[in-house]
C-alpha cells in the first residue's frame, strides 16, 4: 500500500522520519511553506527558507526513496508585518515558478486581520496568474467563521472550487466546504485538531469525494505516519480500500496534478539510492546500510 502525504513540514523532521516514512508506503510528500515558530526578520531568511523547499529538502527526500514537493506562499501570521511582507511578496514570483511547486500556500487568515486579508487576497491573483492550486490555511480560532470567509473571497477572485484546497478543516467545517465544491483537508494531530479517530468517522459520514487526509507534522507535537496510521484505522473500522485510497492518495493526486507538477510517474519508476550523491557538497547518507535498498514504487489500486 503508498500513501501520499500532501501537507508535512519535513524542514522540521529528522532523517529517521524520512525513513519510517518511507518504510510505512509514503512515496510523496507536499511541504507548504510557513512560518518558523518565531517571526523571521528580514526578507534573506524567506529566500534561504524557500530555497531550502525547492533544493534541499527535494534532495534529502530524494535519498530516502521519497519525492518531494512544495508549496510557496507568504504565511498569514508573517502577513502581518506589512513592510517585511511586500518584500516577500516580490520574491514569490521568483519561486512559484520553480521545479516541484505544485501550489501557493499555505496562504489565508490567523487573525483575520486586514493584512492578512490584503496578503491572501494578492496571492490568490498570483496563483491565477500561474495556473496553480491553492491551498489554504484556516484559522484555528473563530474557525468556522474563518473557513467561510476564506471561502467567500476566493469565490469573489473567481477561482474554481476545484483548484483549492481548503486545509485544517474539523466537523464544524467539512459540509461547507464540499457543499461549495473545495476539497476538504483535515490534519491529523496526536492530541489536537483532528484525530485519526474521529477522521475515521467523518469518512463514515460523508465518503471519500473530495476529501483529503495529511498530518501537517512539525516541531511540535505530531506524527509524521498520520496518513498511513489513519489509513490503517479505516480499513479496521470498515472503510472500503477505495475511500481509503481516495483520501490517502489519489485526491491528493488529483488536485495537486492540476499544477503539471505532481505526476504518479514521478514515483513510479524505480528509485535508485547513491550513497555519495552530494548537493551543493552535503551528503545526507553517510554510508548507513539503508542506502543500500532499491526502491521499486509500483502503486497497485
Given at each position: ?19 519510517a ?5 509514503i ?5 507548504p511553506a510557513?512560518w518558523?515558530g518565531?517571526?523571521?526578520t528580514?526578507?534573506?531568511s ?5 530555497n ?15 519525492k ?8 498569514s ?14 520574491l ?13 500556500g499555505?496562504?489565508g ?19 491565477k496568474e ?17 473557513t ?8 469573489e477572485?473567481g ?6 484546497v481548503i ?14 465544491g473545495y476539497?476538504a483537508?483535515?490534519?491529523i ?14 469518512v463514515?459520514?460523508?465518503g ?5 487526509v495529511?498530518s501537517?507534522?512539525d516541531?511540535g507535537v ?12 479505516m480499513i ?7 475511500d ?21 510517474s ?14 551543493n557538497?552535503?551528503?545526507v547518507?553517510r554510508g ?14
Amino acid at each position: 500500500m503508498h500513501f501520499i502525504d500532501p501537507h508535512i513540514h519535513m524542514v522540521s523532521r529528522t532523517t529517521d522520519d524520512y525513513e519510517a516514512m518511507r518504510a510505512a508506503g509514503i512515496v510523496a510528500i507536499i511541504e507548504p511553506a510557513f512560518w518558523m515558530g518565531q517571526p523571521r526578520t528580514s526578507v534573506g531568511s524567506f529566500q534561504d527558507y524557500f530555497n531550502s523547499l525547492v533544493n534541499w529538502e527535494r534532495f534529502r527526500a530524494s535519498q530516502f526513496g521519497i519525492k518531494h514537493y512544495c508549496t510557496i506562499g507568504l504565511n498569514s501570521k508573517e502577513a502581518n508585518n506589512e513592510a517585511l511582507a511586500e518584500e516577500v511578496m516580490d520574491l514569490l514570483p521568483l519561486y512559484a515558478a520553480k521545479e516541484g511547486v505544485v501550489a501557493i500556500g499555505e496562504i489565508g487568515y490567523d487573525d483575520q486581520t486586514a493584512a492578512e486579508d490584503k496578503y491572501f487576497r494578492q496571492q490568490i491573483e498570483l496563483a491565477k496568474e500561474l495556473n496553480l492550486p491553492i491551498m489554504v490555511h484556516t484559522p484555528h480560532r473563530d474557525k468556522k467563521n474563518g473557513t467561510i470567509r476564506s471561502m467567500d473571497v476566493i469565490k469573489e477572485h473567481g477561482v474554481a472550487p476545484n483548484m483549492v484546497v481548503i486545509d485544517h478543516n474539523n466537523e464544524e467545517t467539512v459540509k461547507d466546504v464540499l457543499d461549495r465544491g473545495y476539497w476538504a483537508a483535515f490534519t491529523i494531530y496526536p492530541n489536537t485538531k483532528m484525530g485519526n479517530e474521529r477522521m475515521v468517522e467523518v469518512v463514515k459520514q460523508y465518503g471519500s469525494e473530495r476529501i483529503i487526509v495529511d498530518s501537517s507534522a512539525d516541531w511540535g507535537v505530531s506524527d509524521p505516519l498520520a496518513v498511513p496510521k489513519t489509513a490503517a484505522l479505516m480499513i479496521e473500522r470498515g472503510v472500503s480500500q477505495e475511500d481509503m485510497h481516495l483520501t490517502c492518495y489519489k485526491n491528493a493526486l488529483d488536485v495537486y496534478g492540476q499544477s503539471g507538477q505532481f505526476n504518479e510517474s514521478d514515483w513510479l519508476t524505480e528509485m535508485k539510492i547513491e550513497e555519495q550523491e552530494l548537493l551543493n557538497g552535503n551528503s545526507v547518507l553517510r554510508g548507513q546500510e539503508f542506502v543500500k535498498k532499491t526502491y521499486s514504487n509500483i502503486i497497485k489500486n
